[in-house]
T-cell receptor, first 109, second 113 residues
Framework: GQQLNQSPQSMFIQEGEDVSMNCTSSSIFNTWLWYKQDPGEGPVLLIALYKAGELTSNGRLTAQFGITRKDSFLNISASIPSDVGIYFCAGQPTTPLVFGKGTRLSVIA | NAGVTQTPKFQVLKTGQSMTLQCAQDMNHEYMSWYRQDPGMGLRLIHYSVGAGITDQGEVPNGYNVSRSTTEDFPLRLLSAAPSQTSVYFC????????????FGPGTRLTVL
């Protein structure tokens, strides 16, 4: 089946630092999504991308749909303690949705 | 709206026991799905449904059954639990066919001894 390579697997950063993570696929995707999962909760959608080259922001979060349609990036600026959690990318070649393995973010105050 | 609800929150089973994980949504979503989450493995699709009476297999369907008799409910059945089914299970629903804006429930943490 389809696979997404999400990196890094984990990150430890200082409060106030910027964060970058990405996902790549071997096949073309029509949709890229970024979710965040807080401890003990289900994932919550952060940003949805629908067109190659699209750049979308949600507060301190910015995500981009790669030009090749095979990758996507998520940036978090000026991290704060509540950014802690697991971030998942998800893509849709056709159906159903395929998830990456997640990036676990830890923020040191 | 309650969104997507799941019961129970936690469950411990012995090998060979059967049980049903409940999932309900009150958003009138046509599309519902079940995922399992294991450490380092992300979210893997077990079964999904594009509407009442219609279900299909996902990436890891073995050992699980589903049915969709109503739009609101999508229960997941484990017929004979195995230790390999120890996981956190998430139910999700969406308006579009397994695409964006999937709304997830809070999860069921299952341990099989």
């Amino acid at each position: 089946g389809q696979q997404l390579n999400q990196s890094p697997q984990s990150m430890f950063i200082q409060e106030g630092e910027d964060v970058s993570m990405n996902c790549t696929s071997s096949s073309i995707f029509n949709t890229w999504l970024w979710y965040k999962q807080d401890p003990g909760e289900g994932p919550v959608l952060l940003i949805a991308l629908y067109k190659a080259g699209e750049l979308t922001s949600n507060g301190r979060l910015t995500a981009q749909f790669g030009i090749t349609r095979k990758d996507s990036f998520l940036n978090i600026s000026a991290s704060i303690p509540s950014d802690v959690g697991i971030y998942f990318c998800a893509g849709q070649p056709t159906t159903p949705l395929v998830f990456g393995k997640g990036t676990r973010l830890s923020v040191i105050a | 709206n309650a969104g997507v609800t799941q019961t129970p929150k936690f469950q411990v089973l012995k090998t060979g026991q059967s049980m049903t994980l409940q999932c309900a949504q009150d958003m009138n979503h046509e599309y519902m799905s079940w995922y399992r989450q294991d450490p380092g493995m992300g979210l893997r699709l077990i079964h999904y449904s594009v509407g009442a009476g219609i279900t299909d297999q996902g990436e890891v369907p073995n050992g699980y059954n589903v049915s969709r008799s109503t739009t609101e409910d999508f229960p997941l059945r484990l017929l004979s639990a195995a230790p390999s089914q120890t996981s956190v299970y998430f139910c999700a629903s969406s308006t579009r066919p397994l695409g964006d804006e999937q709304f997830f429930g809070p999860g069921t943490r299952l341990t099989v001894l």
